[in-house]
């Protein structure tokens, strides 16, 4: 079974910094993971992705976070995290989180993607 568990999300004024985490579990088989990044929907519109980082630490990030907001993972706890500093009121919008984990299937390794279950956050004076 796989899980991603996320927290830190809530309500913050305009130029205030929340963190993000995601701590992903998998019980009962060998694993690794492989990218893990980060996600939000806000109300109306499509999920977009906002930062991705490799088990290498190579990072992508979108145009509207790039300079605001820092992704970082520690793969002994096979976590990720997003740091968001001079957040504004457009960053609000339920954040997920995203791994690409490897399972070893008994015979094979199977690929899949995860999603958490979503943390909001809320920018607003």
């Known amino acids: 079974q796989v899980q991603l568990v996320e927290s830190g999300g809530g309500l913050v004024q305009p130029g205030g910094s929340l963190r993000l985490s995601c701590a992903a579990s998998?019980?009962?088989?060998?694993?690794?993971?492989?990218?893990m990044g980060w996600y939000r929907q806000a109300p109306g519109k499509q999920r977009e992705s906002v930062a991705s980082?490799?088990?290498?630490?190579?990072?992508v990030y979108a145009d509207s976070v790039q300079g605001g907001f820092t992704i970082s993972r520690d793969n002994a706890k096979n976590t990720v995290y997003l740091q968001m500093n001079s957040l504004k009121a457009e960053d609000t919008a339920v954040y997920y989180c995203?791994?690409?984990?490897?399972?070893?299937?008994?015979?094979?390794?199977?690929?899949?993607?995860?999603w958490g279950q979503g943390t909001q956050v809320t920018v607003s004076s």
């Open positions: 998998v019980s009962g088989s060998i694993f690794s993971i492989n990218t």
């Open positions: 995203n791994a690409e984990i490897r399972i070893w299937a008994g015979i094979s390794w199977s690929t899949r993607g995860e």
């Open positions: 980082i490799t088990s290498g630490g190579s990072t």
